[in-house]
């Protein structure tokens, strides 16, 4: 078969594969329903004059810019925003945006602009998901699909904490004006989190390679995705792992806490599996629902390399995790929970009624660890040798007796 042939079939299959997840969730179904009262709308940052700046320019550092604040009943169907400088450039780390519904001085949605679209540690990169993509581009777009509706009105807020001015912020915001909501529609939450989380005393035991490993039924010390308080569905996370080491960190379990139980309701087999992989993978897979956005690319079992940063994300289009009074969901980082790694996700989630966020990070605590280089294992090995009685033919995978 020629290759030229051959990518066609593949890209073919992929679409297929793309429009059947998108019409399992409704969505194609429902562009055939013709809709009365309904009027289509956006906010843009389109140039007023008639002109092509198509954007709000010099936004020091420090700034907030409302780019929507609107009154009356809506649904945000779509989001498109850019920026200038690029990333290299312009730290989207440190770009904030914040979302408050129905007149709320408290927002209900607020992250990094990088990690809430699906881009972590400030870095840039393509992303593909079915609610929520990075694009191709030298200062990339950021896009989202995620339904949002408000009953009284919705403000989008950016703050630029980056320590410089954005040159250009351009956006397109799509909404749909409607004289009433329908009366089961949540409102949409998001949160950022990050934590450098805590080896255990006995050391970073994974794979028994310490000892005996100790067990974890009850989830005490899990990194949290989120802690809701509330009725809705949680529907989705992008998870960002900084691995400072060549041991696999995929062991954890996710465990899912509903309406205040004690034990976990739901409880998983691995990391890996919650996001529907196996075995430690170490490769781009993007699937409309779940995938590997990022990998580490370093040294690890059987050429593998789980060592420095992975992005994993996991949307729960056709399978809400439903909760009538609260829901703590959270994950293991490595068995019992075992690791040091340098964590951050964005959690995804509606609510019956917008609430606030379980808190801030300051550009401080966001500040994400620095990977580790071929140079930071060299003096581990050096320390290792010294250790061992410094012989000049000590390989590396010697053990003491």
């Avoid at 909501?181 to 994974?206: K, Q, S, V």
């Avoid at 409880?267 to 993978?281: H, K, L």
């Avoid at 340098?342 to 620095?370: H, I």
Wanted: charged share 20%; hydrophobic share 35%; proline share 6%.
């Amino acid at each position: 078969m020629k290759i030229g042939t051959f990518i066609m079939g593949f890209l073919a299959l992929l679409f297929a594969a793309t429009l059947a997840a998108q019409d399992s969730s409704g969505e194609l179904a429902g562009l055939a329903r013709i809709r009365s009262g309904v009027k289509s709308r956006r906010v843009s940052s389109y140039d007023r004059t008639g002109g092509n700046s198509d954007n709000v320019s010099g936004v020091p550092d420090g700034a907030k810019v409302n780019i929507m604040d609107v009154h009356g009943i809506g649904i945000i169907k779509h989001i498109w925003i850019t920026l200038a400088p690029e990333a290299e450039k312009l730290n989207r780390n440190d770009v904030i945006i914040r979302i408050y519904w129905d007149g709320n001085t408290f927002p209900s949605v607020e992250a990094p602009i990088g990690p809430f679209f699906g881009n972590g540690w400030g870095e840039a990169y393509n992303f593909v998901s079915a609610p929520l993509a990075v694009t191709p581009g030298w200062g990339k777009s950021y896009v989202s699909y995620f339904s949002m509706p408000f009953a009284t009105g919705a403000r989008i807020e950016i703050e630029n904490q980056s320590g410089q001015k954005i040159d250009a912020l351009y956006f397109n915001i799509d909404y749909e004006e409607m004289s009433a909501l329908p009366p089961d529609l949540g409102r949409f939450h998001a949160w950022y989190n990050h934590e450098i989380t805590p080896a255990l005393p006995d050391g970073e035991n994974e794979w028994s390679l310490l000892g005996k490993q100790g067990n974890n039924p009850d989830g005490k010390g899990n990194y949290v995705f989120a802690d809701i308080k509330g009725r809705g569905q949680f529907v989705g996370v992008n998870y960002y792992v900084n691995c400072p080491s060549t041991m696999w960190y995929g062991e954890g379990d996710e465990m899912v806490f509903i309406d205040g139980e004690s034990l976990p309701s739901l409880n998983g087999t691995g990391t890996e599996d919650y996001f529907n992989t196996s075995w430690s993978p170490n490769e781009l897979f993007q699937h409309p629902y779940f995938g590997y956005a990022r990998v580490g690319g370093g040294t690890g079992w059987n050429g593998t390399g789980w060592i420095g940063r992975t992005h994993a994300y996991r949307f729960h289009i056709t399978d809400p995790v439903h909760f009538e009074k609260s829901c703590r969901f959270t994950i293991e980082h490595g068995h019992n929970n075992n690791l040091t790694l340098d964590l951050a996700s964005v959690a995804y989630w509606y609510q019956d009624s917008a609430g606030p966020l379980p808190r801030s990070f300051t550009k401080t605590e966001r500040k994400p660890m620095p990977g580790i280089t071929p140079s930071d294992i060299h003096l581990w090995r050096d320390a290792w040798r010294k250790q061992n009685g410094n012989s000049p033919t000590l390989w590396g995978n010697e053990r003491k007796p």
